[in-house]
């Protein structure tokens, strides 16, 4: 893949939501790699991972807030952590069904956080958001 196309890290556990966005992010034509974790705990092993062998990090990390294991909220609370080993400017998005006006004010909270999207997610929010990421 291209490297100047954004790296991708898609975080869900619904695993028919996984591969309808991985396909749709796919189709942009903007993304290089996409790489997905099913729960919070896996994408902080991920992260690490790459760390640890001077890999490269994602450039942009969508990511559900519920979850079993590590849910989205713990995943960004232990990112803050991770956050000050890396200096890789990571844009996180968080996607969720929920339209709980609770759960958009505490996406505010996350200054890593650059936006709250609800699902469903079509090609064209995935192409904006990945054009902000290569701007």
């Known amino acids: 893949m291209n490297d100047s196309k954004p790296q991708v890290l898609l975080i ?43 890999g490269k990090l994602p450039d942009v990390i969508f990511i559900d807030i519920n979850m079993p294991v590590m849910d989205g909220w713990e995943f960004l609370e232990e ?29 505010k909270e996350y200054n890593s956080v650059i936006e709250y999207v609800v699902k469903p997610v079509y090609k064209e929010k995935f192409s904006e958001i990945l054009q902000s990421a290569i701007s």
């Open 12 to 54: 869900d556990d619904d695993q028919v939501y996984l591969f309808a966005a991985t396909k749709t992010i796919e189709a942009t034509g903007l993304a290089g790699t996409v790489d997905v974790c099913t729960n919070g705990l896996d994408a902080l092993e991920y992260l690490n991972r790459i760390i640890s062998s001077s």
């Open 79 to 107: 990112y803050k952590t991770l956050s000050t080993r890396i200096n890789d400017n990571i844009k996180i998005y968080i996607l969720s069904s929920s339209v709980d006006k609770n759960d958009i004010m505490r996406s």
